[in-house]
């Protein structure tokens, strides 16, 4: 993230935990259970737009503790990982090193990526713009950190009744997936928002998926319709969407 986007109570939230990142039962409990969904859906969206994982360069802005790294690493991206989050980093660089996964981690501002002219087939947001100060800065730091043909993908929660009730009401107070304060619902982004932050930049949005979750079957799948709480939006430069 930047600066201008860094929210540094956020990130003092997540950093109180983040030495427990790879705990499945810990304050990351959520993440572990969706992340084989959201790995097939990134997988997805890359493999149809480049045909292949493997060679490409993926950024992950948000890291945290490399939960998506790590398995990006192993189907043959190179990656590199930024959290604005040091003990986050610390632990993703340690879990990497035991399962000698080659990841280059970074602790602090995305900016300085695009200040050195670092550029990405796919860049990564995943559950990150919530937290951010300003998401339209945001998504401009984003886009320019890509390169001509690449991918934005980005996953987050929607500004619906729906996703108060089960992204803050459940999920902080009664189920107690994740710390109470977590998540603020004023924050959470709209797909139309999105889509006209990215319009004013010339990207085009190409798909919008959502992220349901089963109580019953204590596990998520994707949805092509429902995107009341959790979705994702993978998008690309319109004026390359032809090559």
């Given amino acids: 993230m930047s600066q201008a986007t860094i929210d540094h109570s956020e990130i003092a939230h997540f950093a109180k935990d983040s030495m427990h990142w790879w705990d499945e039962n810990g304050a990351f409990s959520p993440l572990h259970k969706l992340n084989p969904t959201r790995i097939a859906y990134l997988k997805s969206q890359i493999t149809a737009h480049f045909g292949a994982i493997k060679g490409l360069n993926i950024l992950d802005i948000g890291c945290g503790g490399g939960l998506v790294c790590e398995p990006l690493t192993r189907l043959g991206a190179t990656m590199t990982g930024i959290d604005g989050d040091a003990q986050a980093i610390e632990t993703a660089k340690n879990h990497a090193a035991g399962n000698r996964l080659n990841i280059n981690y ?33 998504i401009d730091m984003m886009t320019k950190l890509i390169k001509p043909n690449g991918l934005l993908i980005l996953s987050t929660l929607n500004r619906t009744p729906k996703s108060y009730a089960l992204g803050i009401v459940m999920a902080e107070y009664v189920l107690r997936w994740v710390p109470r304060g977590t998540h603020s619902w004023q924050k959470f982004v709209k797909p139309s928002e999105l889509n006209r932050m990215l319009r004013r930049r010339n990207w085009h949005t190409h798909d919008v998926t959502g992220l349901i979750y089963n109580p019953l079957a204590d596990s998520f799948s994707l949805s092509p319709s429902d995107v009341d709480v959790n979705y994702f939006l993978t998008a690309r430069n319109a004026d390359s969407s032809s090559l």
């Fill in 106 to 138: 970074l602790c602090g501002d995305a900016q300085n990526l695009i200040q050195k002219k670092q550029r990405y087939d796919v860049v990564l947001g995943l559950e990150v713009i919530e937290h951010v100060n300003d998401p339209d800065i945001f």
